[in-house]
């Protein structure tokens, strides 16, 4: 009888479709996003380049301070971006929330989308007791779903 | 003159992968004008067909959004250090309204 071998199980990087999420970041965008509710929230989480770990939730302003729109300050976006750099990181996930709308991107948040390899998490709070909570890939224009898998302490918020 | 272009992914394909290039020029024009000789097609994506900064893209000298230096008329000097990001920025409006808000 032959025996599998079992690859690394403690790593979830790399999985085609798939955004892993700790379940304590995910809490801290929800938290984020109701905060700013309203106005739509956004933001990144870092991870370590190529793991595809989202490991370090960084809450953005929206310079847009807006309903329907949002825009990091360039001036953070720069100081959060160096700071990626310096830590050999990169942003795993970006999110923005929809206020009344479904957590789907918008037109505007495809012709936006400039960073290929960063998963676009979308969060929509126009339920006021239930969060819709999507996962896109956008690139070139194409927008494509992915799951989102949503795990219980794999790093701490 | 020398001055050091840090280039973000999504315009690593004008650049044959790399992330810092090198270019010269003593405005931002200027710059861009060397960069897209050498590189081309980058200036069509760093400015609009009438001239102006694209609004999908953030450009710093140093530590300044271009933005506040006179746009593209930023006076450059040699050892500076221009990064290149892609805006973040969407929503739910509709891009026609966002557009007509941001002058895409």
Known sequence: MGTATVGVVNSHGNVNGVLTIDSAIVQAIVAHARRDHPDEACGVVAGPIGSDVPARHIPMDNAARSMTFYEFDSMEHLRVWR?????????????HSHTATEAFPSRTDISFA???NAHYLLVSTREPDSEEIRSFRIVDGVVTEEEVNIVDATVKA | MAIEVRVPTILRSYTGGAKIVEGAGDTLTALIDDLDAKHGGLKGRLITPEGNLHRFVNIYVNDEDVRFLGALDAKLNDGDSITILPAVAGGALGFAAAAALLGV
Do not use: C, L, Q
Not at chain 1, 83 to 95: A, F, K, L
């Open chain 1, 83 to 95: 700071e990626m750099d310096d830590r050999d990181e990169e942003p795993v996930v970006i999110y």
């Open chain 1, 114 to 116: 400039g960073e290929p």
